[in-house]
């Protein structure tokens, strides 16, 4: 979708997919893990407003579920009474000063409220408002000091349709805003109403803005490279007309889907989950089984960090934590059947709360579908036994968040041999700078004339609360190993493989590595397999580089999750965010680095894994105006959890002997051994 005039580099724009909910009135929730309802984010509203804490100044910078323990999972019987809670951020605008708070929604009443001071170290921020962009904007364009600038480059008549953008300040230790709610804001200029700024930035002028005091604190003006002319439009009336050489691909089920959905609840074939979406993490899977067998207790992605290469002072700051300091769920997008999603399609409407705790609804906010996937298994086998084939299916869970100028595609999938994959898709308009056409810079390709696009990462920390086969797990490392040529090789060819136990919090933070196949198995700590083996599952990495800023800058101490692919930590149900509750504007080692500081056992317990995944991205001209969607992910693949091939029962596809023109030959059946 095209980003709103007050959209932001990688920051969330005002969206416009959150419908206001104003007559109040849905079916309740059936089970402690269905999503939060419009009815339970009002109801959560009017408690906090007649304790006293959500008075005229207070925003509401977050609003998630407060989820049940374990144990009350344990305990609650379908038709049993549920306990539902909201977790609040409010924040005093007036004054900066911030309060947790735990709601009961069930029973009327505040649980518990803990207040904290940002303007302490290890400091950290709350959540930015939708309405602090706008804001920053109108005291930007307010200031003299940022008009002079623009007057200073010649830019004076282009004010009115300058795009002032507000950005998260990273922590680069200045006296002015340790411990301030602050934005930086970097401008873009625009052609018309509709042009698109991101083409047009001007290059070295930054203005620092606290958003308590609503004022300017700092301008920087340096430089004078002129603002690149191209265009980067990308509607219709700028591309032209569209080709009319691809045929059109329909997909249709007469007979319907395969899965079928009761509340949150979702069945396909062997797998079961509950389909959940919150305000920061966006979809969240509990409860997944396969054969009614438990393999996640609950799988998310709750944190994304992108930092960029660039030295420049228009850039050196740039690290965006999308989940932590924006909220992914807060900025998804209302999909479209046709668009987003193709086939016979399920959609999950999501509820969240505005900036005043108000609820909202993003229509259509997670997509379900069936699509096919290839070739399942195939073998041919001379003789009578003959050729034969089964065509893979997968079941597609998925959401898309704009964040300013990128989008993101969060995909689960489930596949029939009990494999889960998640796959991360990123496309948008890539984040540029300004430059001497022609010149070159070490941190930044120009990728247009005039146009450069720094270097930056978009890493991701997926979080799997596993239970394989229950929650007592195991963690081991599992790596191919060569054999020197000897009494064990006599003849070169043999190898092997190693397996390392993986007993405590430090010792399960681990680096992945792809010349000796790395994977990391997640076993039962009781369970068999016929066989006599602990019955298992692998996360199988992709390629990823890790973090590339120095050990010693500060992004590495913000964003400490992404110096390893792997963190294993004893499952805490208070730990669930990969670099701590409030990253924004925070000095460095929550999240990760604390959970796991107390080097507890892992050992047969109930397990958490973290794992790092994502894309270092050197841009290209074949990126602009919209980068085609790049991809990243990984595998989660049964390894001894089952004893044969659980496809193997799969029928033949329902199309084997369709015969279409230039296939088998006109006229002739074709069968799948074809």
């Known amino acids: 979708m095209p980003a709103h005039q007050n959209d932001a580099p990688d920051q969330p724009h005002d969206n416009r997919d959150l419908i206001p909910v104003t007559a109040v009135k849905q079916a309740g929730p059936r089970h402690p893990l269905d999503p939060l309802t419009a009815e339970e984010i009002a109801i959560a509203r009017e408690v906090l407003v007649e304790a006293g804490l959500l008075r005229e100044t207070v925003r509401v910078p977050m609003l998630l579920p407060d989820e049940p323990t374990k144990d009350e999972l344990a305990a609650w019987t379908p038709g049993s009474a549920l306990d539902r809670r909201v977790d609040a951020t409010l924040m005093d605008a007036a004054t900066g000063a911030v309060t947790d708070v735990v709601v009961s929604v069930t029973r009327r009443v505040v649980v518990s409220t803990v207040a904290s001071d940002p303007s302490q170290a290890p400091y950290g921020q709350p959540q930015y408002l939708f309405e602090e962009y706008e804001r920053a904007a109108e005291i930007v364009k307010a200031s003299a000091e940022w008009q002079a600038a623009m007057t200073r480059r010649g830019l004076a008549d282009r004010i009115d349709l300058a795009f002032c953008s507000p950005l998260a300040p990273g922590f680069v230790g200045r006296a002015d805003e340790v411990g301030r709610r602050v934005i930086r804001s970097l401008t873009f200029l625009r052609d018309s109403e509709d042009d698109i700024p991101w083409a047009h930035p001007v290059e070295g002028l930054i203005v620092h803005v606290d958003l308590v005091r609503n004022a300017v604190i700092g301008v920087e003006d340096e430089g004078d490279v002129p603002v690149p002319s191209g265009s980067g439009k990308y509607t219709p009336d700028a591309v032209g007309p569209a080709r009319t050489s691809l045929k059109p691909i329909e997909i249709t089920q007469p007979e319907g889907p395969s899965f079928a959905v009761n509340g949150s609840l979702v069945e396909w074939e062997n797998w079961s989950m509950r389909v959940d979406f919150n305000a920061r993490e966006g979809l969240v899977l509990h409860d997944v089984r396969f054969d009614d067998r438990p393999v996640l207790t609950r799988a998310s992605v709750p944190e994304m960090v992108v930092p960029y290469g660039d030295t420049s002072n228009t850039r050196f700051w740039i690290s965006y934590f999308d989940a932590g300091e924006y909220l992914l769920g807060k900025n998804a997008n209302h999909l479209e059947l046709g668009c987003d999603c193709l086939g016979v399609i399920r959609y999950f409407d999501g509820f969240v709360a505005d900036d005043h705790g108000h609820p909202v609804k993003i229509p259509n906010v997670v997509c379900m579908h069936e699509e096919d996937y290839g070739i399942l298994w195939k073998h041919t086998e001379q003789g009578p036994v003959g050729a034969h084939v089964r065509r893979s299916r997968r079941l597609v869970v998925s959401y898309f968040s704009t964040i300013g100028n990128y989008d993101y595609g969060f995909y689960w999938y489930f596949y029939l041999d009990g494999s889960i994959q998640l796959e991360a898709k990123a496309t948008g308009i890539v984040f540029v700078g300004a430059g001497h056409p022609g010149s070159s810079n ?36 599992i790596d191919a190993a060569r054999i020197p040529m000897g009494e064990s090789n006599p003849f070169g060819n043999a190898f092997t493989w190693t397996e390392t136990p993986l007993r405590t919090e430090s010792e399960a933070q681990r680096v992945a590595d792809t010349s000796v196949a790395r994977v990391w198995e997640v076993r039962s700590a009781t369970k068999k397999n016929y066989i006599g083996k602990p019955t298992a599952y692998h996360l199988i990495p992709q390629p990823t580089a890790l973090l590339m800023a120095d050990p010693a800058s500060s992004v590495a101490a913000r964003a400490a999750f992404a110096t390893k692919h792997l963190w294993g930590t004893a499952y805490d149900r208070d730990e669930r965010w990969p670099a701590g509750r409030y990253p924004n504007a925070h000095e460095g080692g929550a999240g990760l680095p604390a959970y796991a500081a107390d080097d507890r056992s892992i050992d047969g317990e109930d397990l958490v894994l973290w794992h790092t995944f994502g894309l270092t991205h050197i841009p290209r001209p074949e990126d602009w105006p919209i980068m085609p969607v790049d991809y990243a992910g990984f595998w989660f693949k049964p390894y001894g959890f089952l004893d044969v091939n659980p496809a193997m029962d799969v029928p033949e596809s329902s199309q084997a002997h369709q015969v279409a023109d230039g296939g088998c030959g006109k006229g002739a059946a074709c069968a799948c051994g074809d």
């Open 442 to 477: 070490p941190h930044a390709p120009e990728i247009a004339p005039g146009v450069f696009a720094p270097v930056h990462q978009h890493l991701f920390s997926a979080r799997l609360d596993v239970a394989v086969d229950g929650e007592d797990n195991r963690l081991v490392e």
